[in-house]
C-alpha cells in the first residue's frame, strides 16, 4: 500500500539526490492498501505515478472472527478492491506496466491451481474489459 512514511522518503529522495529515483521502481497494491486501512487508491496513484512499475492483482476484505476483526483473501469481484475504477484510475495515469497476480487462494493440487488461476486470469481480463481499459489478454 501506500504509506506516509513511503511517501515522505520518495519526496526527499526526490529533493536530495534527484539522479536516485532512476533506481526506485514500486508495487502498487490495491488490496494491501485495504489491509493496511483502505488509503486512497487515486491519491496514491497521483503521488507514486511516475514509480509504478508493478500493480498486485488481488482482492481483500475485513471480517468478524472470533469477536475480532482480521482480513481475508478474496476472489477479484468479492473484495473491497473495486477493480474496474482501479483500472480507470491506472489508464487514466497512462499506467502501461505490469499486472501481476498475487492470489492467495490458489489451491494446493496442480490441476485444481491450474483452473483456479486460469479462472482468475479470466475474471481479470473481464474486469479490465468492463472498465473500458487497455489489453484484455
Not at 487508491?41 to 511516475?50: I, Q, S, V
Not at 472472527?65 to 483473501?73: L, R, V
Request: no cysteine; hydrophobic share 40%; aromatic share 8%.
Amino acid at each position: 500500500g501506500v504509506k506516509l512514511q513511503t511517501t515522505r522518503r520518495l519526496r526527499a529522495i526526490e529533493m536530495h539526490a534527484p539522479s536516485a529515483t532512476k533506481a526506485i521502481a514500486i508495487t502498487f497494491d490495491p488490496a494491501n492498501m485495504v489491509i493496511e486501512g483502505k488509503e486512497d487508491w487515486e491519491y496514491g496513484l497521483d503521488l507514486l505515478r511516475d514509480y509504478v512499475a508493478n500493480v498486485h492483482i488481488k482482492n481483500a476484505s475485513w471480517v468478524r472472527k472470533e469477536g475480532h476483526w482480521t482480513w481475508q483473501g478474496d476472489g477479484l469481484q468479492q473484495g473491497m478492491v473495486e477493480w474496474p475504477q482501479l483500472f480507470r484510475l491506472l489508464a487514466a495515469r497512462g499506467y502501461r506496466g505490469m499486472l501481476a497476480m498475487e492470489d492467495f487462494l490458489v489451491p494446493r493440487s496442480y490441476e485444481a491451481a491450474l483452473e483456479h488461476l486460469s479462472a482468475s486470469r479470466r475474471e481479470a481480463s473481464l474486469l479490465l474489459e468492463q472498465s473500458g481499459s487497455r489489453r484484455a489478454s
